[in-house]
């Protein structure tokens, strides 16, 4: 016999009655059996004449990574408690330091990946910047057009990553009973995404 091993499938287990010519380990892997010319006794797939097979599988160790998972877990919602402290003590001063800034900013993306991979945290995580919601809103109703642009200022105490900017905007007037939609592309060093709201936009809220 030639024996062709198969990949992994579902469905019965057979022995070779009725002439079928697999088996299937306990693995799930399948084992095919053909009829080979240099039988001289007769044998073959349809007479069911499938020899006994042993085998054995090794299995690989499996490392339980669930408790460090875990703790890995609990230190970021930790820190990220500790930095919603810290980002309220300096929204009621009024006064961010632009290293705060950019900090913020590279971690809200982290923050909304998080999430969305662990949704079991999701709640805690919502409850840890819950506080901060009502002082951001107020810093946003009260800010200036002028003062967007410190985001983006050279002189930051920390170096800022590369970032690029694209600007859309829909035609006016608003057409009725119409969608007007964007397609656009990055490439593959742009990891996080910031929507902006122009001071200009009459749908922009202080919310946003």
Known sequence: YAIKIWTPENGKTYCG?????????????????????????????????????????VETEKVDTSQTKDE???????????????????????????????????????VMVFMELHPMKAMEIACVLEQLIPMVSNVNATVKASTISESFDHNSEICEAKTTQIVVECPHP??????????VGFDDSVHFLCLQFSPSCE????DD
């Open 72 to 110: 890995v877990h609990k230190s970021f919602v930790l820190l990220l408690r500790l930095l919603s402290n810290k980002i309220g003590a300096f929204l009621v001063n009024g006064l961010i330091p632009q290293c705060a800034r950019s900090l913020i900013s590279r971690i809200a993306g982290h």
């Open 17 to 57: 009655e009725g002439g079928v010519n697999y088996i299937r380990l306990n693995n799930g892997a399948r084992v095919t059996f053909s009829s080979c010319p240099l039988s001289e006794n007769g044998t073959s797939l349809q007479r069911g004449q499938i020899p006994f097979f042993l085998y054995s599988i």
């Open 174 to 183: 608003y057409k009725t009973n119409n969608v007007y939609s964007v397609v």
């Open 203 to 206: 749908t922009a809220q202080a």
